[in-house]
């Protein structure tokens, strides 16, 4: 029941928030926090619980039924690597309602009402296990999230929104094209027609149908991820939303399609990822060098962030389909680090754009005598941004690289590249923002209280995530190992096969 | 043929529509009363409505050799009632603004109401042919009503030109088919093509006329010409009418006639079906995009909508006509639903049918835009709305027959439709300059925002918990 609660909560939330707005606004957001709060006390509960989580893989489980003629079930299920993108959901949600305290003043009820269902969506994707409603969430993350863009969002909101929509949906509907294939072909083999992740773990397939099946579900997670080519909408989306929508955007979004990759395209689609791997890795490293070398020549802040996460979200795919255990831990560990990191640089924009009202790096400048506070906060940020040793990053890339090199040295050379790219446009941002000679006539406050409520957890959090990393480890450790009796097999064919 | 065997309890929904519509008429003779003959009209709807419910939901019988009274019949049956119920509805308050004689109408209502009950029902060439010539010709009259404004003459002529060509050509096709086979009965044109076992040239050529007349009708690509005219032109509830009741009794006539003959057997006539398909759902959403005018992007979705529903047609089979059961349920709702939005906020003068009309309509009227919101995302197949289930119903029929082409099709088109349902949708939530001009003053009836709200409530009651509906229409196909 308690999975339950974590979506009903959100959403039940997000309608009286919406209510009460029209009498008193601030009361909308204290019920925003509040059930963003519950979830997370909820989230931790659990795993105060389980510390280590050895006993089983499933946590808990809920089942019941919700169209049964067509063998669609109401299936949630919680494992470490769900607990640990919920607990990261409920964490960032929080923040994204406390950064828009001020910002957001026009429509506030509607404004919480989105955030939370975009949150109680990305919470049912974390938790489904019925490929209809896996499907169902997906969707429901995206309505909200095209209004939290295309309403509050900056000058340039409606094509933003636009393209972030028509890539997302246009995507999701390839996914939707596979689970129907899926959900036949298992049907048809099996004679009992369901859309149960478990049931249908062991699809017997040809393999010409397995790669069409799980092209169609890459097709939704390299678009969310986002795996370059597919990236485009992602620049404009993050740099058009406002400050919550940019951090739910970079913290969580995309972790929803890393999420897809680990949870159901590995698993479902054994052979054909094995097939696929040196591709995907390609694409990966690409996307990491690509991703570098246009965040270094950006202009506007939230862009340049923007393309920073296409540069780590390369390593996420590079590290998920070099197939082992420790890419693996890299992999899970960039998911929660990146969104952390990110959200932070997001929310920095976001407070200097409060400031002085521009998101364009060149007018900026000297901030680190004006707003010390500010700096060394995002100094820590942009270090952690590089993969500086101490800082969670670190230990996520370290780890994917390591794992990596056993599946593929050439490819993870270049992927090291990447940090060193990653160096370059990171000091970048030090350098034109923090330093340098102060050059707007505007004044720089530092960060209000509000403001350090927000960063100081964070900071925090980082710094744990790189000097303590097991706890996160021991969490999803189970999960990544039974994730690999499948794989392994497969895996040695394709390295047997290449040499 | 034997009249007298009749039982006149099993043909008692057709009589009733035909004395309310008598009813109607003379009571306008006496004296003119709108309230009135609204009254009558909804009254004998929901009459027949109830009689469905509790007499033939579980009577399964033939009028020979006219009509069969199925389940499948009587689940559409129904459907087609309640749809003209809501669109008189929706039309009381939309004529009572308009000075107009406004009586007349519901007459006309009620007879092409009859008419496209009638062709869910008929199995016969003959009651084929009158069912579609009692709903074409009321629907003449119903699409011209407002004669005053300056569109509808132009929309009325054009509709009747064109359907009645249309008939022509079905006419035609049936009197070939009738040469051949000997028999105007679906059943012995089945019977005829079995001991045969291929077409012959002059049978070709008879389906082949009959799908240009039935492709009128439907208002699919290239058949489509006319609709966005006629939407444009008609009246707004009138629009509803077309979009949802005159296409739904058609789509199943189609259905019904191809389970009969096994059309699928020939593949002549599935390609012809697959061609319009495609057609329908590509260039209907591509020119969709182009328009200005809210009643001519619905009347161009309507043509993508049309397409999608022949996907599950063409995978046949107990699947694909509960496919196309549940989408004709979610599609029926969500256009009477986006039709009487737009007819709410017509005034006097025109109809709300300019894009402008709806900028900042979510801060105006917050309640009709969110309605109108979704409406549309049912439209595009949204989750949390019937829509969403009844594409994913139309998607699962064609992949169970490995219709891939079909359902990448669809897929895109989805996607190509998405861009003007949004459109929309951003122009509600826009708060731009000028949006505090307000051109048109409609006034609102409590009626019509009630009549909305049940149909967004039904609309999304079914996109979150299907299998009631799922069940009902199994048990209906039985």
Not at chain 1, 425 to 431: A, F
Not at chain 2, 79 to 105: H, P
Not at chain 2, 118 to 127: D, G
Request: charged share 10%; aromatic share 14%; net charge neutral.
């Amino acid at each position: 029941m308690i999975l339950v609660a974590f979506v009903t909560i959100l959403m039940v939330g997000g309608i009286f928030a919406w209510i009460i707005a029209n009498w008193n606004k601030d009361l909308a957001r204290w019920i925003s926090v509040a059930a963003l709060s519950i979830d997370f006390i909820l989230g931790i509960s659990i795993w105060w619980q389980n510390p280590t989580i050895e006993s089983s893989t499933w946590l808990l489980q809920f089942t019941a039924k919700w169209v049964p003629s067509l063998g669609i079930s109401f299936s949630l299920a919680i494992d470490g690597l769900s607990l640990l993108m919920l607990l990261l959901t409920f964490f960032l949600g929080i923040f994204g309602v406390l950064i828009s305290w001020n910002e957001i003043q026009d429509r506030v009820g509607f404004f919480h009402f989105n955030l939370l269902w975009v949150l109680a969506g990305i919470t049912g994707v974390f938790l489904t296990m019925d490929l209809f409603l896996f499907y169902f969430f997906w969707e429901v993350m995206l309505i909200p999230m095209y209004f939290l863009i295309g309403i509050w969002g900056h000058e340039n909101r409606r094509y933003a929104a636009y393209k972030f929509f028509i890539f997302t949906q246009a995507s999701g509907l390839l996914m939707l094209l596979a689970i129907l294939g899926l959900y036949f072909v298992h049907g048809r083999a099996t004679g009992t027609f369901t859309f149960n992740y478990f049931d249908l773990l062991n699809t017997q397939m040809s393999a010409g149908v397995e790669r069409w099946l799980m092209l169609g579900f890459l097709a939704a997670f390299v678009v969310k991820l986002p795996v370059v080519p597919f990236h485009t909408w992602l620049p404009d989306a993050h740099s058009q939303a406002s400050t919550a929508g940019s951090l739910i955007l970079a913290g969580l979004l995309l972790k929803t399609g890393a999420y897809g990759l680990i949870r159901f395209v590995l698993p479902l689609f054994p052979s054909a990822s094995a097939e696929i791997a040196p591709w995907a890795m390609l694409f990966g490293v690409i996307g990491i060098l690509y991703g570098a070398s246009l965040a270094f020549s950006q202009t506007d802040l939230k862009r340049l962030v923007a393309y920073t996460s296409v540069s780590h979200m390369g390593f996420v795919i590079f590290g998920v389909f070099a197939f082992n255990e420790i890419a693996m831990q890299g992999v899970v560990m960039q998911m929660i680090t990146h969104g952390i990191s990110t959200g932070a640089l997001f929310v920095l924009a976001g407070s200097i754009y409060e400031r002085i009202h521009t998101r364009d790096i060149t007018s900026m400048g000297g901030f680190w005598t004006k707003a010390p506070f500010m700096s060394v906060v995002g100094l820590i940020f942009v270090l952690a941004s590089l993969g500086l040793p101490g800082l969670g990053n670190f230990v996520a890339e370290f780890l994917t690289l390591i794992g990596s090199w056993q599946a593929n040295p050439v490819l993870t050379i270049f992927a090291t590249l990447g940090v060193v790219a990653a160096t370059a446009y990171s000091l970048r941002i030090m350098q034109k923002v923090f330093l340098g000679n102060f050059t707007t006539d505007k004044t720089i406050p530092d960060l209000s209280f509000r403001e350090k409520i927000i960063m100081i957890p964070l900071v925090i959090s980082i710094i744990w995530l790189g000097l303590f990393p097991q706890p996160v480890m021991n969490v999803v450790k189970k999960v990544i190992s039974i994730q690999f009796v499948t794989e392994k097999v497969s895996t040695t064919e394709n390295s047997n096969g290449d040499k | 043929m034997e009249i007298s065997n009749i039982n006149i309890i099993d043909v008692l929904p057709g009589m009733f529509l035909v004395t309310a519509s008598l009813l109607a008429m003379l009571s306008i003779a006496i004296k003119r009363n709108h309230k009135l003959i609204f009254g009558l009209t909804s009254i004998s709807l929901m009459g027949v409505f109830v009689y469905l419910l509790v007499y033939a939901s579980n009577h399964r019988f033939t009028v020979e050799p006219l009509f069969i009274i199925d389940g499948f019949g009587t689940f559409i049956t129904g459907l087609i009632v309640m749809s003209a119920l809501a669109i008189s509805l929706l039309s009381y308050a939309y004529f009572e603004q308009r000075e107009e004689r406004k009586e007349e109408y519901y007459i006309l209502l009620l007879l092409a109401t009859l008419g496209s009950a009638m062709l869910v029902i008929s199995k016969h060439f003959v009651s084929l042919f009158l069912g579609l010539e009692i709903l074409s010709i009321s629907l003449y009259s119903m699409v011209s009503y407002l004669r005053k404004r300056p569109r509808s003459d132009e929309a009325g002529l054009k509709y009747l030109i064109l359907a009645a060509f249309s008939s022509a050509f079905m006419l035609f096709g049936m009197a070939l088919v009738y040469a051949v086979s000997g028999s105007m009965n679906f059943a012995g044109i089945a019977e005829y093509l079995n001991n045969t076992g291929s077409l012959s040239v002059t049978m070709l050529a008879g389906f082949g006329l009959m799908i240009v007349g039935i492709g009128f009708k439907l208002g699919v690509v290239p058949f489509h010409m006319w609709t966005p005219d006629v939407y444009e032109g008609a009246p707004a509830p009138v629009t509803a009418f077309i979009a949802t009741v005159s296409k739904g009794g058609i789509v199943v006539l189609l259905v019904r006639f191809f389970d009969q003959i096994n059309g699928f057997s020939y593949p002549v006539v599935v390609l012809s079906f697959t061609v319009i398909a495609i057609a329908s759902m590509l260039i209907g959403n591509i020119l969709a995009i182009q328009q200005k005018n809210v009643k001519r992007i619905l009347a161009y979705s309507s043509i993508a909508h049309m397409g999608y529903i022949l996907v599950a047609f063409l995978a046949g089979g107990a699947l694909g006509k509960e496919a196309v059961s549940f989408y004709l349920v979610a599609y029926f709702l969500t256009n009477i639903g986006a039709f009487g939005v737009v007819s709410i906020l017509s005034d006097q003068d025109r109809d709300a049918e300019q894009i402008e009309d709806y900028q900042g309509l979510f801060w105006r009227h917050p309640k009709i835009a969110t309605v109108f919101t979704a409406m549309l995302l049912s439209l595009a197949g949204i989750p949390l709305t019937a829509g969403f289930v009844g594409k994913f119903y139309l998607v699962a029929s064609g992949v169970n027959t490995q219709l891939w082409l079909l359902v990448l099709m669809l897929a895109l088109g989805s996607v190509i439709g998405l861009f003007y349902y949004i459109k929309i949708i951003a122009t509600m939530f826009d708060k731009a300059a000028g949006s505090d001009v307000i051109s048109l003053r409609p006034r609102l009836y409590l009626i019509n925002l009630i009549t909305l709200f049940v149909l967004s409530i039904l609309m999304i009651f079914y996109g979150v918990y299907p299998q009631g509906l799922i069940e009902r229409i199994q048990d209906f196909l039985k």
